[in-house]
């Protein structure tokens, strides 16, 4: 998992443009955006990581900097 590349994800596309991204990639697709990322795991999991901070921005009225933040820190958290 690469912060700046979901990131970028996050900033670029809509979520519906995220959604279609994540379909392809299960569908073992190539996506219509572009994904950075070593396979198709890792970029699933970037399409993933920035579907939820776009849905936490929108539904906590936030910037993209405080739903990253509340992002990585859930992920922290759900590691240790």
Do not use: C, F, W
């Not at 279609?20 to 970037?46: C, F, M, R, W, Y």
């Amino acid at each position: 998992m690469k912060l700046p590349v979901i990131r970028s994800l996050a900033e670029k596309h809509t979520i519906e443009e995220l959604r279609l991204a994540e379909e392809s990639i299960l569908n073992e697709e190539k996506p219509a955006i572009e994904v950075a990322g070593d396979d198709e795991g890792e970029q699933l999991t970037h399409v993933i990581s920035a579907i939820a901070i776009k849905e936490d921005m929108a539904a906590n009225e936030i910037e993209l900097r405080v739903a990253l933040r509340n992002y990585a820190e859930r992920v922290r958290k759900s590691i240790s």
